[in-house]
């Protein structure tokens, strides 16, 4: 079973970002590329939130029922890094 900070370096390679040695979540340029890879386009003019992105990104792997950013975690929580691996490793395959 990998553990967190494995699963975010999968996520993190996946969409073309450079894994990390230590255990952090992601920056905003990591969830812009999870959120292009997931094909999640969010509705604000400018650059989303965090929260925006985490939430769009969940619903898009279906684990939320809306891109609502209230809806969203401040981290990534295991299950749904586990969700967002098995979408990218789907989108792969």
């Not at 970002?17 to 230590?22: F, G, H, I, S, V």
């Not at 969940?58 to 969203?72: H, I, K, R």
């Not at 098995?86 to 989108?91: G, I, V, W």
Request: aromatic share 6%.
């Amino acid at each position: 079973m990998p553990t967190v900070h494995a699963l975010r370096n999968e996520i993190r390679v996946s969409v073309g970002r450079y894994e990390r040695q230590e255990s952090t979540g992601f920056t905003k340029e990591a969830l812009q590329a999870i959120c292009e890879a997931v094909d999640y386009e969010p509705d604000s003019g400018g650059r989303p939130s965090k929260e925006q992105m985490r939430a769009g990104i969940l619903w898009t792997v279906g684990e939320l029922d809306s891109d609502d950013p209230d809806a969203a975690p401040r981290q990534f929580r295991k299950a749904e890094l586990e969700g967002i691996a098995e979408a990218l490793r789907d989108d792969d395959g």
